[in-house]
């Protein structure tokens, strides 16, 4: 009975990646190939979409860590608001205090937990919803933003800091970088083929793993040669991919993903198996602000400045990043890597568009379409696909 | 001959996969209360979305003859439009509007969208009155009256009301007393018996065989997807049904064995909890149990007695604090929520299993770890292989009917479902686990599995609390009884003292 398991495993071990996701990596191939005709092959060159993922980095960032809110059944308005208050009291830190780079990011990084341990408590021990408390938090941090600032830009700051909002990695570094991700893979498939072993529970044959590797090693391969043709790896996007991996492997390998799962599925199931809700419940929001702290200190290593502008709306990308990369606002259901899907849907209709030269405004409108036509057609899958259950 | 009202030949409906239902003939006659059983599984549901339009014309192959008359339904407004009224399983009504305006909920009396309240009051009122619901009765509500301060007999009642409010001729109710008490059955029965009378023909499905011999008139068994047999009540009696739906002779419908009883090894002392709504009264009054290693120990009482509260807030789980002591194994423990619970070795198997014990977004694997997610973890880090070696173990030992444990237990039979469950409390090895209506809404073969399940359980050690509304079934199961009423346990039986009679006089407090 065990073997049927395995057999019914697709090639790319994408059991959870639901009909959505198939359709938006679709939609993103088209539109990259639309885009491509549509600006005559500027659209494609490694300088253009070096810039894309750069610019999509900080909504991939706060997108990731806002998915194991709404999994777990919740949302979080104020990480916007959040993210814009650290990087001004980084900058701030580091132009008025002198503070060093490490200071100011181990400050902006305890700050950002500290915020997210009070809106989690809040959260979870209050019947206050998290919307609420959350809205509450993105007019306070908005505040706050205004009251470090005093409504001016704060600049500039030291070089150190600007790393990591500005720098690219040496293109030995990504070479470097791409082969051991490469090798990482290939050990991680041969560790879980020998544990399969171990339980008796493998059926898959070794080609098949080798295809698997072999198209995520061109993926990345492929990325790092495009990428390194320009000016190699951006600093931000190499972050970016460090914590969706991080991340990844929290929500889908350890027992506090799983709960944060199981809460959002269903909280009285969960709490009937014994599992402690509202310290769960907590440790997301406070991984969701920390998530913001580090977009913080990137947005502001890459405009050089605290800006009391710095954030604004942006909670609403990273809701709507997960959303696109199939998260479902009922919770219990979303990955992590989807939102970095829905993170460069979103940041090549802002490139793309702006490549044409129309005006802002259909970027926000065109947006808005693809939130809801990706979310529509979602629930249209579901509902065929219940239907021939029962 | 009989004419009949309803007729459906040769109905057949296929999943991809699966073949639901193979050329159902189902005839119904016209005044005559019709009962339809099966196990889970047979098809009864599936028969009753195609009359009620939930699967409409087109979907599915075959004729619904209505009166003579062939019926294409397209939606559940062309099935209410023919004078059908179906009520779910599920009550579809909603609990912030008030008792009438939930019977009214869709044509509202009145004109040019002003609803006419007197008016909808008046006729509220005569349709209560007609199924013995008058304000000045027992069991009487006010129309005004918000829907979710009656209790869950009073719903039902009102569902019935909200489909008399349309002119039907033919009324289904599917499981319509899974969640009643025995009185609050006797209530139902009867006003079916008055709607017979007054010429409503109705379609009735239920897996308690009982209901089934006194009200039915004639019985359709299912099995497999296929009408197995109809025959007129007299021709039927409850172990010829059973051997029908089951497609073999069950003798015994529990498996009774002999259980040496052991050591104390769980008890409650001096356990009280007030009442979280009313002031002044208390839920739990001074409870005191005692239950030992090797015996399955029967919780019997009317629903409200308070036993799933008792054992709700012994698990942690209760909105309400508690005064009084809890001892595993001769042990004080403190439990102040699942947690610990959990860590004491306790497990409580909940009434209500898709809202309390299932995460029906998760498969069968996830399911059944859930509660011991450390056993199939190191460092936090959860160990897949591990957690489908583990799970496999479970769905070989209790047969949870399963494609594979990576399957979604939302596509799993109620039976099955409670076997995940089963699976979940095992896994955290427990020594005491109480079960709160184990087989409530199960098929026959699936509870002798569960019963036999219970018997193995109390084989390697575990000490058995089981709470169940089914007098059967805590008789046919229990080595020892405990009755509970208004919040405190009142009368304890040696099984072979215990009777229906005895039980049901203790239960209503009516023995002193």
């Known amino acids: 009975m065990e073997n049927q398991v395995l057999n019914k495993r697709k090639l790319f071990n994408t059991g959870k990646f639901d009909v959505r996701t198939y359709t938006m990596i679709a939609a993103l191939i088209i539109m990259w190939i639309g885009f491509t005709y549509l600006t005559e092959g500027s659209f494609i060159t490694s300088r253009n979409l070096s810039n894309l993922v750069r610019q999509m980095a900080i909504v991939g960032i706060m997108g990731t860590g806002m998915v194991l809110v709404i999994v777990s059944g919740g949302i979080d308005l104020s990480v916007g608001s959040v993210m814009g208050f650290l990087g001004c009291i980084a900058a701030a830190l580091q132009v008025w205090g002198g503070v060093s780079t490490l200071g100011v990011i181990a400050i902006a990084l305890l700050l950002g937990l500290i915020i997210g341990l009070a809106q989690g408590s809040l959260i979870a021990y209050t019947d206050v919803p998290p919307f609420i408390i959350t809205l509450g938090g993105m007019l306070i941090f908005r505040g706050a933003v205004l009251a470090v600032t005093r409504g001016t830009t704060v600049a500039p700051l030291q070089k150190s800091l600007l790393y990591f909002g500005q720098a690219y990695v040496s293109n030995t570094i990504g070479i470097v970088i791409a082969v051991l991700a490469v090798a990482f893979l290939l050990l991680n498939e041969i560790s879980k083929r020998k544990a399969k072993q171990k339980y008796n529970t493998l059926n898959e044959p070794m080609s098949t793993m080798i295809i698997r590797w072999l198209v995520f090693s061109l993926i990345i391969c492929a990325s790092v040669w495009m990428l390194n043709s320009y000016k190699g790896i951006p600093v931000p996007v190499l972050i970016m991919f460090i914590l969706v991996l991080i991340f990844s492997f929290i929500a889908e390998k350890t027992t506090f993903g799983r709960r944060i799962y199981a809460i959002g599925g269903n909280i009285d199931a969960a709490k009937y198996s014994g599992i402690n809700v509202k310290r769960n419940i907590v440790m997301v929001y406070c991984l969701n602000t920390l998530m913001a702290a580090i977009a913080g200190l990137i947005l502001a290593a890459r405009l050089n400045a605290g800006t009391p502008q710095a954030g604004i709306n942006l909670e609403l990308d990273a809701i709507a990043a997960a959303v696109i990369g199939g998260t479902s606002m009922t919770g219990g259901v979303g990955r992590v890597a989807g939102a970095i899907l829905g993170g460069l849907i979103m940041a090549t209709i802002d490139n793309g568009m702006s490549m044409m030269n129309l005006d802002a405004y259909w970027q926000y409108m065109v947006k808005g379409v693809i939130l809801i036509t990706a979310v529509w057609f979602d629930i249209k899958t579901k509902k065929n696909s219940s239907k021939s259950k029962k | ?512």
Not at chain 2, 100 to 129: C, H, W
Not at chain 2, 255 to 274: C, D, M, Q, T
């Open chain 2, 1 to 512: 001959m009989h004419e009949y009202l309803l007729q459906m030949k040769n109905i057949s409906k296929e999943f991809p996969g699966v073949k639901a239902l193979n050329n159902v003939n189902f005839d119904v006659v016209r005044g005559q209360i019709h009962a339809l059983v099966g196990e889970n599984g047979a098809g009864k549901s599936t028969l009753i979305k195609i009359l009620c339009g939930i699967y409409p014309y087109g979907t599915y192959d075959g004729q619904i003859v209505i009166n003579g008359e062939e019926k294409k339904f397209n939606s559940i407004r062309d099935v209410e439009n023919s004078g059908i009224g179906c009520i779910h399983q599920e009550l579809n009504l909603v609990p912030e509007l008030s008792v009438s305006e939930n019977i009214f909920l869709n044509d509202k009396p009145g004109k040019y969208g002003i609803v006419d309240f007197n008016q909808m009051y008046k006729r509220t009122k005569e349709l209560l009155a007609n199924i013995g619901m008058d304000v000045d009765s027992h069991n009487g509500v006010d129309p005004n009256e918000k829907l979710k301060n009656l209790g869950i007999g009073q719903k039902q009642l009102v569902e019935i009301a909200k489909a008399l409010s349309k002119d039907i001729k033919l009324l289904i109710l599917d499981e319509p007393t899974s969640a009643l008490t025995e009185a609050e059955v006797d209530i139902l029965l009867d006003i079916l018996d008055g709607l017979r009378k007054k010429g409503v023909t109705c379609i009735y499905i239920s897996h308690r065989l009982d209901e089934v011999m006194r009200i039915a008139d004639s019985i359709t068994v299912l099995r497999d997807g296929q009408t197995i047999e109809t025959r007129e009540k007299v021709d039927m009696d409850k172990e010829t049904m059973i051997s029908l739906m089951v497609g073999r002779e069950l003798k015994n419908m529990f498996p009774r064995v002999e259980h040496k009883r052991g050591e104390l090894a769980f008890e409650i002392k001096n356990y009280s909890v007030k009442h979280p709504d009313i002031p002044g009264k208390m839920l739990l009054d001074n409870v005191n149990l005692k239950a030992y290693k090797g015996e399955i120990l029967g919780i019997s009482g009317l629903m409200g007695a308070g036993r799933t509260e008792l054992f709700t807030s012994v698990f942690g789980a209760f909105s309400e604090p508690a005064v009084g002591e809890i001892l595993i194994d001769g042990k004080k423990v403190e439990i102040k929520n699942p947690v610990d619970a959990l860590n004491n070795g306790l497990f409580l198997l909940t009434e209500d299993r898709k809202k309390l014990g299932l995460n029906l977004l998760m498969s069968v694997k996830e399911n059944t770890t859930l509660a011991s997610l450390e056993k199939v973890a190191r460092f936090g880090v959860l160990d897949n292989n591990k957690a489908i070696y583990e799970t496999n173990n479970y769905v070989e030992k209790i047969k949870i009917k399963t494609p594979n444990v990576e399957a979604s237990v939302n596509t799993l039979s109620g039976g099955n479902q409670q076997k995940v469950v089963i699976a979940k409390a095992l896994m955290t090895e427990p020594k005491v686990i109480i079960l709160d209506e184990p087989t409530r809404g199960i098929d026959v073969g699936a509870k002798y599995e569960i019963y036999k399940l219970m018997n193995q359980l109390v084989d390697e050690g575990v000490t058995v609390i089981m709470i169940s509304s089914e007098m059967e079934e805590i008789l046919g199961m229990s080595d020892r009884v405990l009755t509970m009423c208004n919040g405190r346990i009142n009368c304890e039986f040696a099984i072979c003292d215990a009777t229906q009679e005895k039980l049901m006089q203790a239960s209503t407090g009516s023995d002193n």
